[in-house]
């Protein structure tokens, strides 16, 4: 199989600012991955990229450039920006290109995520007793596993301070005042057990990776970073989804599991051997959630983990360095590339303030995302 490298990575800062649209925010972050690989827009072969809310990612050739390269635009939830790099890795492996760009951009509106029951073939009256309201769906998930694992409030709390902490070390964060557990808890319940300060919030940014063959990285300044796997799965039968039609009982089946266990096989490398790692965190309680789905821990075991500081900058497992959604908002097509994007800054040690000690060997990243769809990647140097 031919290897894959993460030569280029470039970001624009998240937030919301109201003088860049969406696009803008794409042109930056490809310039600046362009510019991080040290190639010009003409040696691109091929490009994959999209966003939710923002347009579409083709039409940014008329600002990068009439180079005439084949650009697919791609739209998968959450999981566009994960969709957009599978592709881009599928391309170079099937010969199309051997330098090709993942791009994913998005610019959200104030307010949760609430789109029409119609838009996704439901009942009215899904959006009428509030399930297609996102907070809702996220509070009464982990009300289930807090039950199920002894998971405590102030664990959530935990999670939310670590990332407001990180994302003040973070200067392409938007939240970048820390708050402590206690003001966390404090800060105003939305959907029990969830607070205001335990979620994210939409927003805009974006990032854009460039990819090569081996065979191509010579030619490229940027340090090379191996994409070990990139794999993107949809829910099973028996699976808890927001904006899922229904509420199953018994055993749950979880998409990010499989996902998760996917990226890990194809890989060749175990759960146990990542040193850095992103999680979907829409809010604290999918941290939690996704530890656990993702391999890195039994159920329940982030209780003590947490506590213990082992997701923290410093601790056997870091998770979310980069202050993950909490910090950094929720613009849907960035997210997962930004995932990406910081896992390659630790594996290079070029994260500054938020590095990793001792220069991580192998990064992982999860996206989770309606209506139940899971991206992952394994990343090594």
Known sequence: MTDVLIAGAGISPFGR???????????????AALADAGIPWSRVGAAFGGSDAAGLADTLVAQLGLT??????????????????????????????????????????????????????????????????TTQFFGMKIRRYMHDHGITPRTLALVAEKAYRNGARNPNAWRRTPFSADE??????????????????????????VLCAASAAKELTGVPVTLRSAVVRSRRFGSFEVFSPWVPGGELTSVSRDAATAAFEAAGVGPGEVDVCQLQDTESGAEVMHMAECGLCEDGEQEKLIAAGATEIGGSLPVNTDGGCIANGEPIGASGLRQVHEVVQQLRGQ???????????????????????????????
């Open 184 to 209: 966390i808890l404090a800060s105003g319940m939305v959907n029990d057990p969830l607070t205001r300060y335990m979620f994210c919030s939409p927003g805009e940014g974006a990032t854009a990776l």
């Open 17 to 31: 600012t109201e003088h860049m649209t969406g696009r803008q925010h794409a042109v930056h972050a490809v310039n």
């Open 68 to 133: 005439g390269l084949p650009f697919v635009n791609v739209k998968n939830g959450c999981a566009t920006g994960g969709s957009a790099l599978v592709s881009a890795v599928n391309a170079i492996r099937a010969g199309m290109a051997d330098v090709v760009l993942a791009v994913g951009f998005d610019k959200h509106p104030r307010g949760a995520f609430d789109p029409l029951p119609a838009d996704w073939g439901l009942d009215d009256a899904y959006g009428r007793d509030g399930l297609m309201v």
């Open 351 to 381: 994260a500054g303030d938020r590095q990793v000690p001792g220069r991580p060997r192998v990064g992982f990243t999860h996206v989770y995302g309606a209506p139940g769809v899971s991206a992952c990647t394994v990343l090594s140097r």
